[in-house]
């Protein structure tokens, strides 16, 4: 039988474990809000909503040659035009989130999140370089299935920080580029990229969606008991 000084104890160690609680889920709440700040569902959706119209797009535009057919014949060119274009559509698109109110603005970032933003450019910089770089050995049609790998990458650092919808979509877009990368051997590389590209994005919005959700769900409590 317990003596009177041990379950005094015990009564004394219950405020500071109910503060320790509490430590631990204000921290919680704050990564998690942080995660969603540093990649909104709706900015999620809208990147999802542009993939969706990179096809027809590129078809509209001839490849975004505009019917300069010599561009064709400078590789490293035809790759930079379309690091330059997509690159400055997604930056606008995400400026544009954020100008009119549908995005939280990067100053309130948790500085733990900061830190991973560095790993995002990087990402980012990786996919264009690996986009010039295809483009001059002639293998164009391995850049979307590369960008799949490196954007099951980005998804999954920032999956780390919740439960949330991008772990499970970094493995979606690894598996998915893993079977393009095989399926070019065996089918059309341009109805490949359309059926993958549609894949992307409906990955994107669904997953998007998902954050947007859980970003109005308030955060569990770790001292509900």
């Known amino acids: 039988m317990p003596s009177s000084e ?51 797009v590129e078809k509209a535009t001839a490849y975004l040659t505009f019917g300069n057919a010599a561009l064709l014949e400078q590789p490293v060119v035809f790759g930079l035009i379309h690091v330059v274009v997509y690159w400055g559509l997604f930056k606008l698109a995400a400026h544009a989130m954020t100008r009119f109110g549908f995005a939280e603005p990067p100053g309130a970032v948790h ?44 998804f999954q650092f920032y999956g780390r920080f919740t439960q949330g919808p991008l772990k499970f979509a970094s493995w979606l877009l690894l598996l998915a580029g893993l079977a393009y990368g095989g399926l070019l051997t065996k089918y059309d590389a341009e109805m490949l990229w359309f ?31």
């Open 111 to 154: 500085p733990l999140i900061r830190s991973f933003i560095g790993t995002q450019k990087t990402v980012e910089a990786g996919i264009a370089a690996m986009i010039l770089m295809m483009c001059a050995l002639g293998k164009p049609e391995a850049i979307f299935p590369l960008a799949f790998l490196f954007l099951a990458i980005l």
């Open 6 to 56: 041990s379950m005094e104890g015990e009564r004394e160690m219950d405020p500071r474990k109910a503060q320790a609680l509490e430590s631990i889920g204000a921290i919680a709440s704050v990564l998690e809000a942080s995660h969603r700040i540093a990649f909104p569902g709706r900015t999620l959706m809208l990147y999802g909503a542009l993939i969706l119209l990179i096809p027809p």
């Open 195 to 225: 059926v993958f590209s549609g894949f992307l994005g409906l990955v994107c919005l669904v997953a998007g969606w998902k954050l947007h959700r859980e970003a109005k769900r308030p955060s569990d409590s770790w001292n509900s008991s």
